[in-house]
Each structure stands twice: as structure tokens, then as C-alpha cells.
Nanobody, 123 residues
Framework: QVQLVESGGGLVQVGGSLRLSCAAS????????LGWFRQAPGKEREFVAA???????YYADSVKGRFTISRDNANESVFLQMNSLKPEDTGVYYC?????????????????WGQGTQVTVSS
């Protein structure tokens, strides 16, 4: 497993942007698949974006074209650039890692999770 710490959340107006960061510590970070998930109040945690060890990406339909996931293996970090934010993007955003390297939208495929960072989009 790896240890993950998210940062960069906050309050933003509709149409604004935020960049989330996730710092990882652990062995063989470059071999991990990474993902971002979010959870709104009263709802289940849902998939947002994923990036494989080879930097291929996969997005939920609800964020496609607005969010961009990227990784920096040298600094053991993963990022989520969020543009054109909407009120329905509000929630706690979690970074996750899986040791098999490929992209996945399934929560159960990830075995390491951060503590989450709050994103609030006000209208």
C-alpha cells in the first residue's frame, strides 16, 4: 500500500477552477494505477477519473471535457485539474491507488485511500 494525502480543495463559484493534488509515499509509485473519487452528502462515493501507470486516462461522463487527471512519477504525485465547476461537483474528493497499474472506475479495485479534501461549488 501507499500513503496518500490530498490538498487543494476549497470554495469556488460556479464556472471556476480548482486543482487538487495528492502526494504519495511508498514503493514503486510509478507502477500504480491512480484514481480520484468523490462523495456528496447523503450519496455514495463515485468515480471521477483514473490514470494508469502508462498515463492513459479514463473519466466519468459527468466530468469529461472539464476535468483532467495527470501524474508526476518523479514527485510521486497525482493531480486533478477541475474547470467549469458546477454545484453538482460539490463533495469530498478522495485520491486512491491500486497496485496493478491499469485504470479502473471500481472502488473495490483500489487498496489505498487518502483522507479526502472538500470541494464546494457555490451558485
Amino acid at each position: 500500500q501507499v500513503q496518500l494525502v490530498e490538498s487543494g480543495g476549497g470554495l469556488v463559484q460556479v464556472g471556476g477552477s480548482l486543482r487538487l493534488s495528492c502526494a504519495a509515499s511508498g514503493r514503486t509509485f510509478s507502477a500504480y494505477g491512480l484514481g480520484w473519487f468523490r462523495q456528496a452528502p447523503g450519496k455514495e462515493r463515485e468515480f471521477v477519473a483514473a490514470i494508469s501507470w502508462s498515463a492513459s486516462t479514463y473519466y466519468a461522463d459527468s466530468v469529461k471535457g472539464r476535468f483532467t487527471i495527470s501524474r508526476d512519477n518523479a514527485n510521486e504525485s497525482v493531480f486533478l485539474q477541475m474547470n467549469s465547476l458546477k454545484p453538482e461537483d460539490t463533495g469530498v474528493y478522495y485520491c486512491a491507488a491500486r497496485p496493478w497499474g491499469r485504470t479502473s472506475a471500481s472502488l473495490g479495485d483500489y487498496n489505498s485511500w487518502g483522507q479526502g479534501t472538500q470541494v464546494t461549488v457555490s451558485s
